[in-house]
């Protein structure tokens, strides 16, 4: 059969391949974007957070002047009970901690896309090849 209802079977599986292929890069290049974007975010929560554990103190204070319009979070340690129980120590072990579980947290979420991406693609590989020798056949 050389061909079948006028298509030529040959270019048909040459054009079936072409699109496909053009499928899947654009596919793989919207998933390496995706993963790109995902390093991006780890490497500015990075920065951020050693900048934060260098200078922790000015960190803490620049970030409550931006999130908070009043001068109510500045405590004084003689008289506020709440900075007398949860001293400045505390806060930075919290801050580190959080953001340790974050940073741990997208590298977890990197690590199994990436290996995720690797596996669908060997499938759909697998699959082509499968569907080509049927079609061979």
């Known amino acids: 059969l050389a061909s079948v209802q006028g298509i030529n079977l040959p270019s048909a599986r040459a054009l ?14 919207g998933a390496l974007r995706l993963v790109a974007a995902v390093g991006v975010v780890l490497a500015v ?7 934060a554990a260098s200078g922790f103190e000015s960190s ?14 500045q405590l004084d340690p003689d008289t506020d009970r709440l900075i007398q129980m949860f001293p400045e120590e505390f806060w930075f072990r919290v801050v580190m ?4 579980l974050v940073l741990l947290q997208a590298a977890i979420v990197v690590v199994v896309s990436v290996l995720y991406l690797r ?8 699959r082509r090849r499968i569907a080509l020798s049927a079609m061979e056949t």
């Open 97 to 100: 901690f959080v953001g340790g």
């Open 119 to 126: 596996v669908a693609r060997r499938r759909e590989e697998r």
């Open 45 to 51: 929560l990075l920065v951020v957070g050693l900048l």
């Open 60 to 73: 803490w204070e620049g970030s409550h002047e931006v999130f908070f319009a009043n001068d109510l979070w």
């Open 16 to 29: 079936t391949a072409s699109i496909d292929a053009d499928l899947d890069a654009a596919a793989g290049r």
